[in-house]
């Protein structure tokens, strides 16, 4: 009996381990997938990990790199200002706050029309609604008048260009310059080009240019003009006697009591020391008219020029000779100066503060 049990629990025994094997196996068999899939969510995770700290490395990127722009934008030396679809102010950085308002809430919200002169907005506003139909192309450059901070008027040339990103509303952006010293120096440097620096009238230049445009106008409308040639009698001696300071004071002088005399649309013009020129025109339909018309004109400068004046308490006093050389529709401009001053040198001949005119037969 002992031994049949010791038979019967060494079959047991026999058998115990074959089943646990097999209870292994079943069990890694059951529970493969599973590790699989553990494995695979640990490296998505991994991966998603990875994929955050990438975008928050980025967002970092971009919040440094819109914060630098806001500075740029903020801290740049040209003023800037963006303008919603209802032309109102919705962005200004500081240079344009300074230039515009003095301080942002009197200028963002605002309406842009608000800084305009009533005379620019006709033209702004023909500007503007061609721009929202270029989206992303620069406009013309666009001048007007603003007013400033304090209200002045200043001079500002603008540089407009529509944006409109996808999902976002489109905008305009302006870059603006006051332009008030650049026009002043562009004047300034008209003035030295085309006018005489002691008279302020018009050079022998700007002279030649309203000759031609005379004579051109003379030909369109059939009606006489006449040039008159001026040179004042005794200033050398004048010049010599009471010194340079006088005679300049003479010829500035004579150069307003010239200018006073003209028409509207004459032109009286200094080419030389003291050697002025008029251009008259539209006098009459006949040169027989327009001759008694310059003939007149020039007795009244005569008279105009004789009157004395003392500046600096010196009396100072000259007469005036007179050429003149009438034009019309066949004439030509190239030797109308040089016929004008024929017709002065006879004036001299003649005894001075005489008028004399161009006589083609002498």
């Not at 050398?236 to 003209?262: C, P, Q, Y």
Request: aromatic share 6%; proline share 3%.
């Amino acid at each position: 009996m002992v031994k049949r049990s010791n038979r019967k629990s060494q079959g047991r025994v026999a058998v115990e381990p074959r089943a646990h094997c097999m209870s292994v196996l079943n069990h890694a068999l059951v529970h493969q997938p599973d590790r699989s899939l553990l494995h695979e969510l640990q490296v998505h995770q991994v991966e998603l990990e990875m994929q955050n700290e990438m975008l928050r490395k980025a967002q970092t990127e971009l919040e440094v790199t819109r914060d630098r722009y806001a500075d740029l934008f903020d801290f740049a030396p040209i003023p800037y200002i963006t303008l919603s679809a209802d032309g109102k102010i919705s962005e200004a950085n500081l240079a344009a706050t300074a230039l515009l308002a003095g301080d942002q809430k009197d200028l963002v919200g605002h309406g842009f029309a608000e800084f305009l002169v009533p005379d620019d907005l006709a033209r702004w506003v023909r500007h503007v609604n061609a721009g929202w139909q270029l989206p992303g192309m620069h406009l013309p450059e666009f001048e007007l008048l603003l007013r400033g901070n304090g209200r002045a008027l200043f001079s500002a040339e603008l540089h407009c260009m529509v944006t409109a990103r996808p999902g976002a509303f489109s905008s305009m952006r302006i870059a603006l310059f006051d332009i008030t010293e650049r026009l002043a120096i562009a004047a300034r440097m008209e003035q030295l080009a085309y006018f005489d620096s002691l008279t302020q009238l018009p050079n022998r230049r700007l002279f030649h240019d309203r000759l031609e445009q005379a004579v051109t106008a003379s030909k369109r409308s059939n009606r006489y003009g006449a040039l008159l040639y001026l040179d004042l009698d005794g200033f050398k001696l004048l010049n010599d006697t009471h010194g340079h300071d006088a005679g300049d004071h003479m010829l500035i002088e004579v150069a307003h009591r010239l200018r006073t005399s003209l028409r509207e649309g004459d032109t009286v013009a200094r080419i030389g020391g003291d050697e002025f020129v008029m251009i008259l025109e539209r006098l009459a339909m006949s040169e027989a008219g327009a001759a008694q018309f310059a003939q007149e004109v020039g007795e009244k400068l005569k008279r105009a020029i004789a009157l004395s004046f003392d500046p600096e308490g010196v009396e100072l006093q000259c007469s005036v000779s007179i050429g003149i050389r009438m034009f019309g529709p066949t004439s030509h401009v190239d030797d109308l100066l040089k016929q004008a001053d024929q017709a002065l040198y006879q004036a001299k001949r003649a005894g001075r503060n005489q008028i004399s005119f161009f006589n083609a037969k002498t």
